[in-house]
């Protein structure tokens, strides 16, 4: 491959890589973390004498006004850890849609294309598999095992055997 179709390749990775990211973010944004309250700040709890009814009150109520803050703000995080962990699935399954229909465009831009180099389809294909490792690193700790390897098989099969399929077919074609 000449060095102008090795830059080209690479900034069209890099363009569209980039571009598929930034079309994720802009038409599915994250949950937004702002929503979160301030964390509670421990009351001071005052040693009270013994007998002493008004500062026991005053503590417990201290203690029980702590508590209901701390139960808010913990609600509030799970509620945003929640809402992460689904943006997450879902980012990784938008983001590997996108990454094998990229894929695929730039196998068949390869395949089909009478380009003057093969730069610009191959780094198409470079982009879509960008999308699908963006999808998976995003999506890691929010999706279960059985659908990243549901979904990696699906990927696999279609840029490993679409490959060999590919070169297969250029050697034939070389040699013919």
């Known amino acids: 491959m000449k060095t102008v179709n090795i830059i080209l390749a690479i900034g069209t990775l890099i363009i569209l890589g980039a571009l598929i990211s930034l079309g994720i973010s802009a038409f599915y944004p994250a949950p937004q973390y702002s929503t979160m309250p301030n964390y509670p700040m421990a009351p001071a709890i005052v040693p009270c004498a013994s007998g002493n009814a008004q500062c026991i009150q005053n503590d417990a109520s201290s203690s029980a006004a702590y508590q209901a803050q701390m139960d808010q703000y913990n609600a509030a995080q799970d ?58 690193a995003r999506g890691w700790g929010s999706v279960n095992d059985p659908l990243k390897f549901v979904i990696g098989l699906v990927v696999a099969v279609i840029v490993l055997g679409g490959s060999v399929w590919l070169m297969q077919r250029k050697a034939r074609s070389a040699h013919g």
């Open 79 to 136: 509620a945003y850890t929640n809402a992460m962990n689904t943006y997450n699935t879902n980012v990784f399954i938008i983001a590997n849609i996108v990454g094998i229909i990229v894929f695929v465009i730039g196998f068949f831009l390869v395949l089909y294309a009478r380009l003057a180099g093969q730069g610009v389809p191959i780094g198409i294909m470079m982009a879509g598999l960008w999308s699908i490792i963006y999808g998976y």
